[in-house]
């Protein structure tokens, strides 16, 4: 993808009518976030406040993700943060398979432009799209896979933290695991300088 420009991302996303998510949306939630970032968070879609915002976990289980960030020092606006489906589903519904893969063009054009070298998946919707379709989330978080010299991490939805407080003890181990994934690869001291 030569001539792709975060100008003409932005532009598509705004255009596009790819499928029919798109006719109930206040706002288009394209991702936000160092645009050259070594660390992307792919959630699974924009709910009422990004929707109403136009950003992306900008609600209670985006506070809390960047409180979890904030847990192992890293700043939220040195890493990307988007979504599977750029408009929000209604009633929060989890988007179809068809719905993923229509907005699949969006995410693979920003991840070009961004060259993340790790990847954290947010909740069972990204890491099926993305890692395994059959992938049990429960299961199978912390697992780290390597794809064509990207590290991607499947966890838990920050909101399915919100729901089940139980959950959160797995999900600090992923934080730590993060944490220690980026200092491995000499991203974390280098980029974040921070321990
Ligand atoms: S969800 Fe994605 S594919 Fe569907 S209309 Fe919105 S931007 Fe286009």
């Not at 993305?130 to 939805?157: Q, S």
């Not at 730590?176 to 300088?193: A, C, N, P, Q």
Request: glycine share 8%.
């Amino acid at each position: 993808m030569p001539d792709i420009t975060w100008e003409l991302f932005e532009k598509q996303v705004e255009a596009c009518r790819l499928c029919s998510l798109c006719e109930r949306v206040h706002h288009k939630v394209p991702g936000q976030g160092d645009p050259h970032a070594p660390l992307m968070l792919i959630g699974e879609g924009p709910g009422q406040d990004e929707d109403e915002q136009g950003l992306a976990f900008v609600g209670a289980a985006g506070q809390l993700l960047t409180r979890m960030l904030s847990a192992i020092s890293l700043p939220r606006e040195r890493v990307y943060i988007c979504n599977i489906v750029k408009c929000r589903p209604p009633g929060n519904r989890v988007p179809t398979p068809e719905e993923a893969e229509a907005c699949r063009i969006h995410l693979r054009m920003q991840t070009w432009l961004v060259r993340p070298k790790v990847i954290v998946l947010l909740g069972a919707t990204a890491a099926k799209n993305l890692l395994n379709p059959e992938i049990w989330i429960t299961r199978e978080r912390g697992i780290w896979t390597e794809r064509k010299g990207v590290w991607m991490l499947p966890t838990f939805h920050p909101s399915a933290l919100l729901r089940d407080e139980t959950k959160k003890p797995a999900a600090w181990e992923d934080m730590k695991s993060l944490r220690k994934k980026l200092m491995e690869l000499g991203l974390y001291t280098d980029i974040y300088g921070q321990e």
